[in-house]
Nanobody, 124 residues
Framework: QVQLVESGGGLVQAGGSLRLSCAAS????????MGWFRQAPGKERAFVAA????????SYADSVKGRFAISRDNAKNTVYLQMNSLQPEDTAVYSC?????????????????WGQGTQVTVSS
């Protein structure tokens, strides 16, 4: 069992930055791939970024490539999402997820554990 708690969301102006954190419980954190997803009002949940268990492989949605960076610190059981050059269309609830596959995947169904999410609002 893995429990995930996100933090770091908030209100930011367009062009600004935020760093989200996802703290995980459990001794097997380092064996899970981790992902970030987001859901905007009235839209389906969408893949944002993912990282392999070792941190050596990452994957990004086209909409965030070059602006967002995912990383992890297995010693701290934490995964991060650095978000730069934020735009109003990035406004959403951001959730982290843990998947038993060691490699990053884009499909939400491949993740087994989910956090509650943190709100990110970007004003124009």
């Amino acid at each position: 069992q893995v429990q995930l708690v996100e933090s770091g969301g908030g209100l930011v102006q367009a062009g600004g930055s935020l760093r989200l954190s996802c703290a995980a419980s459990g001794r097997t954190f380092s064996s899970y791939a981790m992902g970030w997803f987001r859901q905007a009002p009235g839209k389906e949940r969408a893949f944002v970024a993912a990282i392999s268990w070792s941190g050596s492989t990452t994957s990004y949605a086209d909409s965030v490539k070059g602006r967002f960076a995912i990383s992890r610190d297995n010693a701290k059981n934490t995964v991060y999402l650095q978000m730069n050059s934020l735009q109003p269309e990035d406004t959403a609830v951001y959730s982290c997820a843990a998947g038993r596959s060691p490699y990053p995947t884009v499909g939400a169904s491949t993740y087994n554990y989910w956090g509650q999410g943190t709100q990110v609002t970007v004003s124009s």
